[in-house]
């Protein structure tokens, strides 16, 4: 059996949770502002905090500003780390300044996130060992690199692990994120936002997850342990 992750603590000045989300650019879209409006219909805070503060932009997507730095961040509940591009996640993979980031407040927070190729960032920075853990189908051959961490078999929409909560592909942070709700809030809260959401998600068409056996980082000549 799987132990609870530690309670979280009220880490903002005005006692609500606070979750913070180390951003770059490339990072995906869905992966930072589906969990953020979620977090927020929950009355939970979120800070958005990178290397440098100013504009960023997202994956393919339009521009955002970043009002806090590294060195400014504040003290939080969750750690959410979001998945990118793969070009920055293979630099951001061998970042000592980011990956020292994460290290940081991972040793300072109750709960450490991911979501799709998030688990990437984790496991570079050893914030994965000895969990288990999943990520995006298509990264899952990246994953199985770091052999201290276990990969869950098949593609669950999220994972939790202690005090390690992992997600699959993009779209899996809004499951995620009910789920990261319901530890922190409670399940009445997460229904709340599920019902304020209106997700409860029907897709007009079915497909299947291939079984992909090639690491979408080799072309940037990634190394793992």
């Given amino acids: 059996m799987k132990e609870k992750p530690k309670r979280a603590r009220r880490a903002g000045s005005n006692g609500k949770l606070v979750v913070g989300m180390p ?6 879209m869905l992966d930072v502002t ?4 979620m977090l ?13 503060k100013g504009m960023h932009r997202f994956r393919e997507g339009f521009r955002f500003e970043v009002t806090k730095s590294f060195a400014k961040a504040s003290r939080y509940d969750v750690l959410w780390v979001s998945g990118g591009d ?4 293979n630099l951001l993979m061998k970042d000592e300044d980011y990956l020292g980031f994460l290290c940081a407040k991972a040793a300072e927070t109750p709960l450490v996130a991911s979501v799709c190729e ?3 960032l984790l496991a570079a920075a050893g914030l994965l060992d000895g969990y288990e853990a999943t990520t995006h189908w ?5 994953l199985k690199r770091y052999h201290k961490v276990k990969v869950v078999e098949g593609h669950p929409r999220y994972h939790l692990d202690r005090d390690r909560l ?4 993009i779209s899996s ?3 995620e994120t009910l789920k990261l709700i319901e530890l922190l809030k409670g399940t009445d809260a997460a229904r709340a936002v599920q019902l304020s959401t209106q997700y409860f998600p029907c897709p007009p068409v079915n497909g299947t997850i291939p079984s992909d056996k090639a690491c979408p980082l080799d072309q940037y000549g990634t190394a793992s342990d």
Avoid: H, K, S
């Fill in 23 to 28: 951003v770059y650019d490339a990072v995906d």
């Fill in 34 to 37: 589906g969990p953020f409006e």
């Fill in 40 to 52: 927020r219909w929950a009355g939970i805070e979120v800070e958005l905090v990178a290397a440098r």
């Fill in 86 to 89: 793969p070009a920055a996640l």
């Fill in 118 to 120: 998030g688990a990437m």
């Fill in 138 to 142: 298509a990264f899952i051959p990246c």
């Fill in 166 to 169: 992992t997600g699959g592909g």
């Fill in 173 to 175: 942070g809004l499951d």
